[in-house]
């Protein structure tokens, strides 16, 4: 079974993601350039065709195996790897505007040195600086602990003031807002029906909800850290807190989690983070790779054929390409290694409201499609061919 997302990329860019790697940090090479594509390629084989507690015990023995704790000062550095934007900015997702302008962007880099990067000081305002986010809130795990505390897949670079705000509350539709930030990212008492009834408890009469551009890409994190640290959260992890008792998600995060991964696709920046991460620490994000795993261990398992498993027609889905992403005029679609014969296309508001398109064939294994009709902004793409089919989401600049 070949690995996904490695497919077709060049040995080139994972090379430099490693130079940057190691030129930014202290932690120590896990794999060669050589090596990557032989490792990736069997990655994830001995959970094909498990389903719940099964699938994630097995998800967990893959990820945590080779699983390197870098230091808490070079995760910096690391954010410079993994979280640049086209425009060399900071990607920040609780103040980013896909497809759009940000109120403010900042630059990699202490303040003295001309950056944005800082640490508890300076004034209370959105735009100053960002700073380190535990989107899994390391209270959750008992503070300083590792390798929860380093754990890249679960940090990001993020605006101090609205991280301050999130705090330790956890993810979930706010009803009734009390603070926003400047890209709509929310702090509020929640919504109990679009929560599921939600927690209920004193400590969770306030949630945080980000955009629902960035909803999948923190639901598929959230998947990540209960399945690594799966068995491994006794004290001093915490059972009382409003997302999870430990790292087990508490049922009405999963329901909710599941809507978010399932309106908000993977994305090629989620794509492109997680490949960085293998590099820096060793391990993988399994539900950005296959995110029908989500399904099979939480979600419809029906869609989880044992006998004949739908991951290697996702396998197959997969070996498709769409760029450039963000796009301006055109966007690409193109194969890895055979025509691509009699495809459909199809462009979807993220309203759901489905736009005609008209795609040409310009090669054996490349078809554009015109932007030239579309308003900035966020849309999802569906690509059938050959009775396969991919959606993925774009940004039209």
């Not at 959105?126 to 008992?142: A, D, I, L, M, Q």
């Amino acid at each position: 079974m070949r690995f996904i997302k490695i497919i077709g990329l060049l040995t080139y860019s994972f090379f430099q993601i490693h130079v940057n790697a190691v030129a930014q940090t202290d932690h120590y090479d896990p794999y060669s350039a050589q090596e990557i594509d032989t490792l990736a390629n069997h990655y994830y084989e001995e959970a094909v065709g498990l389903v719940g507690t099964n699938l994630k015990v097995k998800l967990n023995s893959i990820i945590k195996h080779g699983h390197y704790h870098v230091s808490y000062g070079s995760i910096w550095g690391h954010f410079e790897t993994l979280d640049k934007k086209p425009d060399g900015t900071v990607w920040d997702i609780y103040t980013d505007i896909p497809g759009g302008t940000p109120v403010y962007t900042f630059d990699f880099g202490s303040i003295s040195s001309g950056g944005h990067q800082c640490g508890g000081s300076g004034p209370n305002t959105e735009g100053y600086c960002f700073n380190r986010e535990h989107s899994w809130p390391r209270t959750w795990f008992g503070g300083q602990q590792y390798p929860m505390n380093s754990d890249m897949h679960h940090m990001y670079p993020v605006d101090r003031e609205v991280n301050a705000k999130r705090s330790n509350f956890p993810y979930g539709v706010v009803a009734q807002a009390t603070w926003t930030s400047s890209n709509g990212s929310k702090l509020g008492t929640g919504d109990p029906v679009a929560n599921y009834g939600g927690y209920g408890g004193a400590e969770a009469t306030l949630y945080f909800e980000p955009i629902d551009e960035y909803k999948g890409d923190l639901a598929r994190t959230y998947f990540y850290m209960s399945t690594r640290y799966y068995g491994e959260d006794g004290p001093p992890w915490k059972s009382d807190f409003p997302n999870a008792m430990g790292a087990e998600l508490r049922p009405w995060t999963v329901s909710l989690l599941l809507d978010w991964h399932r309106q908000d696709p993977v994305s090629d920046k989620e794509v492109d983070r997680n490949n960085g991460i293998y590099y820096i620490q060793g391990n993988r994000n399994p539900f950005v790779d296959y995110p029908l795993f989500v399904e099979c261990v939480w979600g419809d398992q029906e869609l989880c054929d044992k006998d004949d498993p739908v991951f290697l027609k996702e396998l197959e889905a997969f070996k498709w390409k769409i760029f450039p992403n963000p796009a301006q005029d055109y966007i690409y679609i193109a194969t890895i290694d055979k025509p691509l014969n009699d495809i459909r296309v199809e462009v979807w508001t993220i309203e759901g409201k489905m736009i005609p398109v008209d795609a040409t064939q310009v090669y054996d294994t490349q078809w554009s499609v015109s932007l030239n009709f579309l308003s900035s902004g966020m849309y999802f793409i569906n690509i059938v061919s050959d009775g396969k089919a991919i959606q993925r989401k774009f940004i039209k600049q």
